[in-house]
């Protein structure tokens, strides 16, 4: 069985480029570069790599918080490869993203997902908030 490691990834690197191709299958016209700088102050893209090879990745983005005018730090992107899916890769994609969110900026980690489910079964809990159909926004205690 090939193993998965899980690694920040370079702004402008190789990987960089196929965390974006990835997204894109996703999301049209999804660009990773209209989030992140050298100054966004937002943590790492995070990629899993299979034999050197991204096979799916993790962003973040900083939006308004529910109900509140803060912006915060969101999970923006999480997308794992077909051929590498039902394998626990997002799950550890998320977990290990969430470690690197400062909780000294907020207290909670958001993401607006078709997938509930998936962070259901890691922790987090649903923001009653209206939403498009078949999207929910999830949130996790970061302290």
Same mark, same amino acid.
């Given at each position: #069985?090939? @193993?998965?490691? +899980?690694?920040?990834?370079? %702004?402008?690197?190789?990987?960089? *480029?196929?965390?974006?191709?990835? /997204?894109?299958? $996703?999301?049209?016209? /999804?660009?990773?570069?209209?989030? +992140?700088?050298? /100054? &966004?102050?937002? !943590?790492?893209?995070?990629?899993?790599?299979?034999?050197? =090879?991204?096979?799916?990745?993790?962003? /973040?983005?900083?939006? =308004?918080?529910?109900?509140? $005018?803060?912006?915060?730090?969101?999970?923006?992107?999480?997308?794992?490869? !077909?051929?590498? *899916? *039902?394998?626990?890769?997002? *799950? $550890?994609?998320? @977990?290990?993203?969430?470690?690197?969110? !400062?909780? @000294?900026?907020?207290?909670?980690? +958001?993401? +607006?997902?078709?997938? !509930?489910?998936?962070?259901?079964?890691?922790?987090?809990?649903?923001?009653?908030?209206?939403?498009?159909?078949?999207?929910?926004? #999830? &949130? %996790?205690? %970061?302290?």
């Amino acid at each position: #069985m090939t @193993k998965v490691i +899980y690694q920040p990834c370079d %702004l402008g690197s190789d990987q960089w *480029r196929e965390v974006n191709l990835i /997204f894109q299958a $996703e999301w049209n016209g /999804f660009n990773l570069d209209d989030t +992140y700088s050298n /100054f &966004s102050g937002l !943590p790492p893209v995070i990629v899993a790599l299979a034999d050197g =090879k991204v096979i799916g990745a993790l962003a /973040f983005t900083r939006f =308004k918080e529910p109900n509140i $005018e803060n912006k915060v730090i969101w999970i923006n992107a999480l997308s794992v490869i !077909p051929a590498w *899916r *039902r394998r626990g890769i997002a *799950r $550890e994609l998320i @977990k290990i993203g969430t470690k690197n969110v !400062p909780d @000294k900026e907020q207290s909670h980690l +958001y993401v +607006y997902t078709n997938v !509930p489910a998936l962070y259901f079964s890691i922790g987090w809990t649903l923001v009653e908030i209206d939403t498009q159909t078949n999207q929910s926004v #999830m &949130s %996790l205690r %970061l302290k």
